[in-house]
């Protein structure tokens, strides 16, 4: 439950003491999950850990990584040989125990006092009497749990795997390459000789699971029980280990930058057509021949896209965030008219819905497919706009919820993005062609006076019904004529109170009894928004004046 109050150009939250603020995602598990990783050494569970976790937190799901070589550099301060991974090692085999024990401490902690929905146990798990520990420690805390095996047999995808991640781990600092992989390599032989796979047939039949074949040539996939189980299966059966780059940027100064207008579908500016002509110089210089250019269904981006002369793709999902009832207008205009609805959304600019619009969360929820193909896709050059080049580039970087609609995206300017081993690349090119500065830094002042309550309202702490946009694209280079603006709608503050995009029960959520709700139907009725907000205001009035102060509050 949080109260929410606005004065003066700013909004103040106040959270109620002891309960712990999260978003719609959060919610999408009953109950929290623990991902077990299995494998031998060098085998890409680390690689797979880090890139689910970051997928997971990206599309909102607090997960945390707890990587057992971390807890075992720190019982063991300086590693010498493969010799502490044998099996007939008893004191390192007790070390090994405590540090597991330890991390589902950890684990425990995050899923129980921290708000954390998912924990990776990153470790190799090889033996069934591991596993039957983490399965009782989870059927204990009523965690569920999810395996992901990774077998490979592949000696190539292995030599390489060593030398590309191996010999810059902690274990070996100032070794040479080629004691790295000896050593490496009878470590895995000292795991080998206890390994136990999982058996889909008989022993493991009633887990769930998934078995990740030779990086991803082929799949099994074993009793999938939820929607987030389905998710991380989905996530991991799109990723490959391949090298490619990812160039992203923006489309060319259009004239609503100029104006300092956000939304709409205008054209470039003249300064917009020369960044064309200068992304076309830059991909010949690039060399790059199996580009695939993807842009979105508005046509600034497609104007880009036209002046590089070879085919592109456009999708509709990589149009800019809708803003709704603010679309074409300025910041100062939208500050004028809608005070309550500029300040809210400095306030959570991530969660922040536009009235008849989307908000940022919303935004990521719509780009997820895009993600999957960038995964699984070679060259890829993405002309978008600001909103969504902030939404790919946080899921690339692994950016928060909190910093990603404040990442800087200027115009005329690529980002070329090579993913690594345990990370991201970033290069940064400056085509040199002026433009306007289009970017918001984050307010840095926090007012805490009190808004009038029919200010409030809901952000998007759930996700929407449908992740089509209401904004439809004009197509001028399609032959569609362009149309006009339509008019803005009337800035009527009691309306914020009721607005639900998903078209749910808003009304009877908020509390008001069975004859007020008959009232919002009949009402639903006109077709005139004033005489809907006027019997909307009346009926928020009257609730209002039958409760006391402290019990008037929201809940996301």
């Given at each position: 439950?949080?109260?929410?109050s606005?004065?003066?150009?700013?909004?103040?939250?106040?959270?109620?003491?002891?309960?712990?603020?999260?978003?719609?995602?959060?919610?999408?598990?009953?109950?929290?999950?623990?991902?077990?990783?299995?494998?031998?050494?060098?085998?890409?569970?680390?690689?797979?850990?880090?890139?689910?976790?970051?997928?997971?937190?990206?599309?909102?799901?607090?997960?945390?990584?707890?990587?057992?070589?971390?807890?075992?550099?720190?019982?063991v301060?300086?590693?010498?040989?493969?010799?502490?991974?044998?099996?007939?090692?008893?004191?390192?085999?007790?070390?090994?125990?405590?540090?597991?024990?330890?991390?589902?401490?950890?684990?425990?902690?995050?899923?129980?006092?921290?708000?954390?929905?998912?924990?990776v146990?990153?470790?190799?798990?090889?033996?069934?009497?591991?596993?039957?520990?983490?399965?009782?420690?989870?059927?204990?805390?009523?965690?569920?749990?999810?395996?992901?095996?990774?077998?490979?047999?592949?000696?190539?995808?292995?030599?390489?795997?060593?030398?590309?991640?191996?010999?810059?781990?902690?274990?070996?600092?100032?070794?040479?390459?080629?004691?790295?992989?000896?050593?490496?390599?009878?470590?895995?032989?000292?795991?080998?000789?206890?390994?136990?796979?999982?058996?889909?047939?008989?022993?493991?039949?009633?887990?769930?699971?998934?078995?990740?074949?030779?990086?991803g040539?082929?799949?099994?996939?074993?009793?999938?029980?939820?929607?987030?189980?389905?998710?991380?299966?989905?996530?991991?059966?799109?990723?490959?280990?391949?090298?490619?780059?990812?160039?992203?940027?923006?489309?060319?100064?259009?004239?609503?930058?100029?104006?300092?207008?956000?939304?709409?579908?205008?054209?470039?500016?003249?300064?917009?057509?020369?960044?064309?002509?200068?992304?076309?110089?830059?991909?010949?210089?690039?060399?790059?021949?199996?580009?695939?250019?993807?842009?979105?269904?508005?046509?600034?981006?497609?104007?880009?896209?036209?002046?590089?002369?070879?085919?592109?793709?456009?999708?509709?999902?990589?149009?800019?965030?809708?803003?709704?009832?603010?679309?074409?207008?300025?910041?100062?205009?939208?500050?004028?008219?809608?005070?309550?609805?500029?300040?809210?959304?400095?306030?959570?600019?991530?969660?922040?819905?536009?009235?008849?619009?989307?908000?940022?969360?919303?935004?990521?929820?719509?780009?997820?497919?895009?993600?999957?193909?960038?995964?699984?896709?070679?060259?890829?050059?993405?002309?978008?706009?600001?909103?969504?080049?902030?939404?790919?580039?946080?899921?690339?970087?692994?950016?928060?919820?909190?910093?990603?609609?404040?990442?800087?995206?200027?115009?005329?300017t690529?980002?070329?993005?090579?993913?690594?081993?345990?990370?991201?690349?970033?290069?940064?090119?400056?085509?040199?062609?002026?433009?306007?500065?289009?970017?918001?830094?984050?307010?840095?002042?926090?007012?805490?006076?009190?808004?009038?309550?029919?200010?409030?309202?809901?952000?998007?702490?759930?996700?929407?019904?449908?992740?089509?946009?209401?904004?439809?694209?004009?197509?001028?280079?399609?032959?569609?004529?362009?149309?006009?603006?339509?008019?803005?709608?009337?800035?009527?503050?009691?309306?914020?109170?009721?607005e639900d995009?998903?078209?749910a029960?808003?009304?009877?959520?908020?509390?008001?009894c069975?004859?007020?709700?008959?009232?919002?139907?009949?009402?639903?009725?006109?077709?005139?928004?004033?005489?809907?907000?006027?019997?909307?205001?009346?009926?928020?009035?009257?609730?209002?004046h039958?409760?006391?102060?402290?019990t008037?509050?929201?809940?996301?």
């Amino acid at each position: 439950h949080t109260h929410k109050s606005f004065a003066g150009g700013c909004l103040h939250v106040n959270v109620m003491p002891g309960l712990v603020k999260h978003t719609w995602a959060s919610y999408m598990t009953n109950s929290p999950t623990v991902i077990v990783m299995i494998g031998l050494p060098a085998r890409g569970k680390t690689y797979m850990s880090k890139k689910l976790t970051r997928y997971l937190n990206w599309i909102g799901v607090p997960t945390k990584v707890f990587n057992l070589g971390v807890y075992r550099r720190e019982a063991v301060k300086a590693y010498k040989s493969y010799d502490f991974f044998r099996h007939d090692n008893e004191e390192a085999m007790e070390i090994r125990k405590q540090c597991a024990l330890v991390a589902l401490q950890d684990v425990k902690a995050y899923l129980t006092e921290e708000g954390g929905q998912i924990a990776v146990f990153d470790a190799t798990n090889t033996t069934r009497e591991r596993r039957e520990l983490l399965l009782s420690f989870a059927k204990e805390h009523a965690y569920k749990v999810f395996f992901v095996e990774s077998l490979c047999d592949d000696p190539d995808v292995i030599a390489a795997n060593i030398m590309d991640v191996k010999v810059s781990s902690p274990d070996y600092p100032e070794r040479d390459r080629e004691s790295v992989m000896e050593d490496f390599l009878k470590r895995i032989e000292c795991y080998k000789v206890m390994y136990q796979p999982l058996d889909p047939d008989e022993h493991d039949k009633d887990l769930s699971f998934i078995q990740v074949i030779n990086v991803g040539r082929s799949f099994l996939v074993n009793k999938v029980q939820d929607y987030i189980q389905s998710k991380i299966v989905y996530y991991l059966m799109n990723i490959h280990v391949h090298s490619h780059s990812i160039y992203l940027c923006r489309h060319g100064e259009s004239d609503h930058n100029v104006e300092g207008r956000i939304g709409g579908d205008a054209m470039l500016s003249v300064q917009g057509k020369k960044f064309a002509g200068a992304l076309k110089g830059f991909v010949e210089q690039h060399g790059l021949p199996d580009l695939k250019v993807w842009t979105s269904q508005l046509g600034r981006t497609i104007q880009t896209a036209e002046e590089l002369g070879v085919p592109y793709e456009q999708w509709k999902i990589l149009n800019e965030i809708d803003a709704g009832v603010c679309e074409e207008m300025t910041y100062e205009m939208i500050e004028e008219t809608f005070p309550a609805e500029f300040a809210l959304r400095d306030q959570d600019k991530y969660h922040y819905r536009y009235p008849g619009g989307e908000s940022y969360q919303d935004l990521v929820q719509r780009l997820e497919p895009v993600i999957m193909e960038l995964e699984r896709q070679g060259n890829v050059l993405v002309i978008c706009h600001q909103a969504v080049m902030r939404c790919l580039l946080a899921y690339f970087l692994d950016k928060s919820a909190d910093d990603l609609p404040y990442l800087k995206c200027p115009l005329h300017t690529v980002l070329k993005l090579t993913p690594m081993a345990y990370g991201c690349k970033v290069d940064m090119f400056d085509l040199k062609v002026e433009a306007v500065n289009t970017h918001r830094d984050r307010p840095l002042v926090i007012c805490n006076d009190v808004v009038p309550t029919t200010f409030l309202r809901r952000n998007s702490f759930t996700p929407l019904s449908s992740h089509d946009q209401v904004k439809r694209p004009r197509l001028y280079s399609a032959g569609n004529p362009p149309q006009s603006r339509r008019p803005l709608a009337p800035f009527i503050p009691s309306m914020q109170s009721f607005e639900d995009p998903e078209g749910a029960d808003t009304v009877g959520r908020r509390g008001f009894c069975t004859e007020e709700s008959s009232i919002a139907q009949e009402c639903a009725g006109s077709h005139t928004a004033g005489t809907i907000s006027m019997a909307f205001e009346i009926m928020f009035e009257t609730w209002k004046h039958e409760h006391t102060p402290s019990t008037i509050r929201t809940t996301d």
